[in-house]
């Protein structure tokens, strides 16, 4: 059983259920970083004192993580135009009246070009994000080697929560796009647009955690 | 069809090198170690840069339809109502006491 | 084999699910009740050994079969988070909207079947961590199901950390199923069903994802941070200086208290709503249905219900009257929340003027639906001196309180969600409950609730504070109130007896229930004109679905039948 506009638009909103979703989704994960956020105003405009954030934070490790999170932002849409203009082909090959299930030389070569290219991109972003998650134990365990711990002050706490949190959605990401990267080319050959479709919207979100990190590097180290 | 490739390819590589430009001057700004409130104001509004630029070319928000612009804006209220709601109720620190008090002792 | 059972138990069919919600929801309104009849008896009987049952509740909770005071506070705490968090919005939303939405819609099953799978399981696996923290050292939360700071940072034990857990569970669980109805809504819309065709009970589960959508978030991040302060030593919402037992606390401080409870009420206000909304629109089904007409004002209602929607996220703060804001800030909330009642107040009036003109059919649904609404009224006229700040003052926190918002969910919302459950047995099961038992069930339900919850309304106006452990019995100003609790007692063993006519008939029904066709009640939406019954397994319509026309459309003059079902064309 089909669920209706999995891949193809509906006509009067113009969207995939999957395009939808993602959204929807984010704007859930607005709303708590949102509610982060504010409780960080609230608890640092009421303290009498603050520690000086770039004292005690590593302000080029950060500058090194944001680079390296915007990069692997980049790769992962060169990931998705990768597959995506060749989707459409795919797919046109696979319905095509005589129904060509084996592709011309040409258009192999073509598909497996643009495959290789998604493979090559989405690696890199699986990179970028592991050299991210590297940073980030450094900056802890640095962090605790200094007898610097998220009980030390209010400061300390917000900074290992909010991070905390953002890392576990670096992690979790990651699995998504590991899973893209490996087994779940498969859809590929059954299903082109489908799996195009899958990649922009793993790439939705994880231009979210992109987002959500360009404002947490100003907001706990810079300022 | 190669050449939208090619053009689209492109536009991310001038969003990438806006953002870097930026990242580098967020940084900047704050060697200049600057009083509280520029410093707040220029570091959010590089922020909000930054992230309208990932938004709109690298999630494809840029031409995006309604049905998605209208929950995003929804949730964007709310989170400026939050944070509002927040500050003005316990924030006295921040505003002095002119919201008054909500009980008197004279 | 085996794989056969599997795939049953992790059914992606929404009405699968549906029923599993259904189910589990329901054993935990069964659980929450029974929390709560101990609190009645603690109350009636302060200080005295509970009859039968107070040997098994160990001697830890209960010293000599007397509820101590510490297991008194679990029971409170427990008893609504169960009853709001695992009981009422799971069966209200994750059961009805779950089976019924798609059907109402024209669509084959939710646009993210396997999601809506793994929100079941998330909701079971939060509400057994709830249920397990009854068994660990120091026994569950037990900090008001609204688990206020600074107590509960501090409090002793497991249970609050497990509250804290099982809540991320939960959240995590209605998000993702709020994202799938608003997907599916928006997107899986048969052709011809415009939005404005749309049955009022879809609206109102539409709107009701929303709410839990944008405002869950925000106990996700309070209940991230309360796990912090107890885990692992952070003071988020311990403030500088607190002193503990006479001790200084050992933590950084610079906390905020009240952050907690805004973060709280930013959902727990939006979250009363989730309550109502699908109970609006069951009854809005079951009226329309059996007066045999449209509802009056369908689109005023629909209108009405989205700003109800967005209002309900700027009111939070009217439950924080008492806690110092400024004079201006808590204008602005009374403000929000008045102007709140207005589009309650069309809806409850839409619906009553749907009675105007119509043939009544006084079946068991309807007679729920009938008590609802004076009783949802009563509910929503005495928030209103709660809603003004200045009258919130001597109420606030009194068994006032607890009467007001009961009459809303007992009487009302759980009233709707057993019309939903007469209305809709037959569609499920193919057979009708019993007309008699469901009488009868209906009549004492409505006596014990009012035996129960109006003489609340009496202890609070003389000043009686809710979660007493003696109900008051130490305080002078309490005394002349304090009888009350013997007849509220006895009617709350009214109502768990009263139950047994309900659940004796849903499972009698379900073997020897009089056989009904698909569309016993003659209904004009398509979960009763185009599917079978049960709906099938795949797809749930045999043949493609086409909408024609609006969703009520009943006793239409000039027309061949008495109803014209969505689909005919």
Known sequence: MEIPYTTEVRPDTGLTNPKLGIWLFLASEVMLFGSLFSSYVLLRSGAPTWPVQHEVLSVPLAALNTVVLIASSVTMVMAWASLAPHAAAVRDRLRSPNARAMASPAEASAEADSLKRYRLFMGLTLLGGAIFLVVKAIEYGDKFSHHLYPATNNFLGLYFTLTGLHALHVIVGMIVNAYLWGPGTRMWRSEPERFANRIEVAGIYWHFVDVVWIFLFPVLYLL | MAHDVAAQVRGYMVVFGALLVLTLATVGVSYLRLPETPAVLIGISIALTKAALVAMYFMHLKGEKPMVYWPLGLTAFLFVGLIAGLLLSEGDHLFGTQFGDAFTTD | ?569
């Not at chain 3, 009257?321 to 201006?328: C, P, V």
């Not at chain 3, 809806?347 to 639906?369: D, E, K, Q, V």
């Not at chain 3, 499972?507 to 209904?523: F, Y």
């Open chain 3, 1 to 569: 084999m085996r794989g056969h059972v599997l795939r049953r138990i992790f059914s992606t069919d929404h009405k699968v699910i549906g029923l599993q919600y259904g189910f589990t929801s329901m054993f935990f309104l069964l659980v929450g009740f029974s929390l709560v009849i101990l609190i009645r008896w603690q109350h009636a009987y302060a200080g005295q050994a509970l009859p039968l049952v107070g040997g098994l509740l160990g001697e830890t909770n209960a010293p000599g079969g007397v509820i101590s005071p510490e297991f008194y506070n679990q029971l409170g705490a427990m008893h609504g988070t169960i009853m709001v968090f695992l009981g009422v919005v799971p069966l209200a939303f994750g059961a009805f909207g779950n089976y019924i939405v798609p059907l109402q819609i024209g669509a084959p099953d939710m646009a993210f079947p396997r999601l809506n799978a793994l929100s079941y399981w998330l909701y079971l696996a939060g509400g057994l961590v709830m249920l397990v923290s009854f068994f660990v050292p120091g026994g569950a939360a037990n900090n008001g199901w609204t688990s206020y700071a600074p107590l509960s940072d501090i409090a002793a034990g497991h249970g609050q950390t497990l509250w804290l857990g099982g809540m991320l569970l939960l959240i995590f669980s209605s998000l993702l199923g709020a994202m799938n109805f608003i997907a599916t809504i928006i997107q899986l819309r048969a052709p011809g069903m415009t939005w404005f065709r749309l049955p009022f009970f879809v609206w109102a589960q539409f709107i009701t994802a929303f709410l839990l959508l944008l405002a869950f978030p925000a106990l996700q991040a309070a209940a991230v941070l309360q796990g912090m302060d107890r885990l692992v030593g952070t003071s988020f919402f311990l403030p500088s200086g607190l002193v503990v037992t006479g001790q200084p606390a050992d933590v950084a401080g610079g906390g905020n208290a009240l952050l907690w409870q805004h973060l709280f009420w930013f959902l727990g206000h939006p979250e009363v709503y989730v309550l109502i909304l699908p109970a609006m629109g069951i009854i809005a089904e079951v009226i329309a249905n059996n007066t045999r007409k449209p509802l009056w004002g369908y689109r005023l209602m629909v209108y009405s219900v989205f700003v109800l929607g967005f209002l309900s996220f700027v009111v939070w703060a009217h439950h924080m009257f008492l806690t110092g804001m400024g004079t201006a800030i808590s204008a602005f909330f009374q403000a929000t929340t008045m102007i709140i009642s207005i589009p309650s107040v069309i809806i409850l009036s839409a619906l009553i003027l749907s009675l105007y003109g119509g043939s009544i059919r006084f079946n068991t649904p309807m007679l729920f639906a009938l008590a609802f609404m004076p009783m949802f009224g009563l509910g929503g006229l005495t928030g209103l001196p709660l809603g003004l700040a200045a009258t919130d003052i001597p109420l606030h926190d009194t068994n006032y309180v607890v009467a007001h918002f009961h009459y809303l969910v007992a009487p009302g919302t759980i009233f709707a969600l057993f019309a939903g459950v007469y209305y809709w047995f037959p569609k499920v099961t193919g057979r009708m409950m019993n007309e008699t038992l469901g009488r009868i069930h209906f009549l004492g339900s409505l006596i014990c609730m009012n035996v129960i919850f109006m003489p609340m309304f009496v202890q609070g106006l003389a000043g009686v504070n809710r979660r007493l452990w003696d109900g008051g019995a130490i305080y002078s100003h309490a005394q002349e109130t304090l009888s009350l609790n013997v007849p509220m007692v006895y009617a709350a063993f009214g109502l768990a007896f009263f139950q047994l006519f309900f659940l004796v008939n849903l499972l009698v029904s379900l073997r020897a229930g009089r056989v009904a066709d698909t569309n016993p009640w003659e209904a004009t939406t398509l979960e009763w004109s185009a599917t079978s019954t049960p709906p099938r397994a795949h797809g749930n319509f045999d043949r493609p679905v086409r909408v024609y026309r609006d969703p009520y459309e009943y006793s239409v003059p000039g027309a061949a039948a008495g109803f014209l079902p969505q689909n005919a064309d």
